[in-house]
């Protein structure tokens, strides 16, 4: 019986290790662009609703009290802690008079691999403590050009094109992109230490057509070319999503063009037109339609909205 105890028990930390390297192996490969940094205080109550943006936004809670909502979730905003809104999530939120907040808004990059927000689920809030507020102040005392220039909470999320702050980032040098890197790293360490693995075994068939889908984004893609290099039919493809994903392959394909798309209105100046042809669709209207039933703006409504 202790054999097979102390076999069972290997096999256990086996498979953890091997979770532990995958996810290791996964967020080393995450390119991560530092938009915004700062310090805001409300001065009275103000409500965002239909908020969805194209990078992270974390917030860090100095004093006073706010609301979070996602589509799964509500949040009461307490002092002394980190909330994470993920990239592409459609939120409102509710400043109450008094909110003072710390601000990181994170862009990431990523190459072969697919949206980190895609593969791990992260708590949305956790407990910070004195290193976190220390390393807010100092990174926003040492990177003031990083704040952004507003008072109140509703100029505070009625951006400007990102394309300037993405500018800055890459011009900045090498030793500056790490200190900035590293600050979010260790704020980040606060969610990814709580963090889950969506997909517990994720079958290397769909992180090849994940990878496909991601670096073709701006082609025509059909279900059947996806099928293909799985090598399996294009129904059992259908299967694999629904179960794994709960989307459709095709729906997947849609949400990441759609995401692409929204990268490129908010750091880019390309024309409506373009956008729709970068993301491979061929009928600019077809793109509207798809854009506006998915994120609830047409194209150029949305860059208004977050200009």
């Keep these: 019986m202790r054999k097979k105890t102390y076999l069972c028990n290997a096999k256990d930390e086996r498979h953890i290790i091997t979770e532990r390297n995958r996810m290791k192996t996964e967020l080393e490969l995450v390119n991560i662009c530092v938009l915004n940094a700062g310090f805001a205080q409300v001065d009275k ?22 609301t979070i909502s ?22 409102s939120i509710v400043c109450q008079s008094g909110l003072a907040f710390y601000y990181l808004f994170v862009y990431e990059r990523y190459g072969t691999q697919t949206d980190i927000f895609d593969l791990y689920s992260f708590p949305h809030e956790v407990e910070a403590n004195q290193a976190i507020d220390l390393l807010f102040e100092n990174y926003c005392n040492y990177y003031p050009e990083l704040t952004l220039p507003y008072a109140s909470a509703k100029d505070f999320y009625a951006h400007p094109s990102y394309r300037e702050y993405a500018i800055r980032y890459a011009q900045m040098d090498r030793s500056q992109k790490m200190q900035l890197q590293g600050f979010v790293w260790i704020v980040a360490s606060f969610f990814i230490k709580k963090a889950q693995k969506k997909l517990q075994e994720m079958d290397n068939r769909l992180m090849k057509v994940f990878a496909y889908v991601k670096n073709n984004v701006t082609q025509e893609i059909e279900v059947e070319q996806l099928a293909n290099l799985a090598c399996v039919t294009k ?18 394909i ?4 759609i995401q692409c798309a929204q990268r490129l209105l ?20 077809y793109f509207i339609r798809v854009f506006r039933k998915r994120i609830g ?3 150029q ?3 208004l909205h977050l200009k």
């Design 45 to 66: 109550r103000w409500e965002g609703k239909g908020l969805s943006s194209p990078f992270a936004r974390l917030y860090y809670v100095k004093e006073g009290q706010g």
């Design 70 to 91: 996602m589509p799964e979730t509500e949040l009461a905003m307490k002092p002394g802690h980190m909330y994470l809104i993920p990239s592409f999530m459609p939120h």
């Design 235 to 252: 129904s059992h493809l259908e299967r694999m999503f629904r179960e794994k994903m709960g989307i459709s392959p095709l729906q997947y």
């Design 254 to 257: 849609l949400r990441s063009k």
């Design 266 to 285: 908010i750091t880019t100046e390309y024309s409506i037109n373009v956008i729709a042809r970068e993301v491979g669709f061929s009928d600019t209207s």
């Design 297 to 299: 703006f047409t194209p």
């Design 301 to 303: 409504d949305y860059r």
